[in-house]
């Protein structure tokens, strides 16, 4: 019984895991504004907001996360919708 436990918890953190990696979209940084708390992005197709390829600005609520990046960087990130229905940036790595 334990087995088959630790099996299906094994499978739904995997399953995470590569829900997490399909939600990330790459793109280029094209200008941090920290004081603002916004970042402007070159992207690609965003698939879990229905988004086509296009530069725009996102809030980015997490402050740090700015300070992993600068402008000319290109970088792998995670976007979703905030409770105002504002697009937001809620994780971001430059790829090396």
Do not use: C
């Not at 070159?42 to 992993?68: Q, S, W, Y």
């Not at 600068?70 to 790595?93: L, W």
């Amino acid at each position: 019984m334990l087995k088959h436990i630790a099996a299906a918890l094994l499978g739904a953190t995997l399953s995470l895991s590569a829900l997490a990696q399909d939600t990330l979209s790459e793109g280029e940084v094209r200008r941090v504004d920290k004081s603002a708390g916004k970042i402007t992005l070159k992207h690609g197709e965003i698939r879990n907001l229905d988004m086509p390829p296009m530069t725009m600005v996102f809030g980015v609520p997490d402050k740090a996360l700015l300070e992993k990046v600068k402008a000319g960087d290109k970088v792998r990130f995670a976007a979703d919708k905030d409770a105002a229905g504002n697009y937001v940036v809620t994780s971001i790595e430059a790829q090396k």
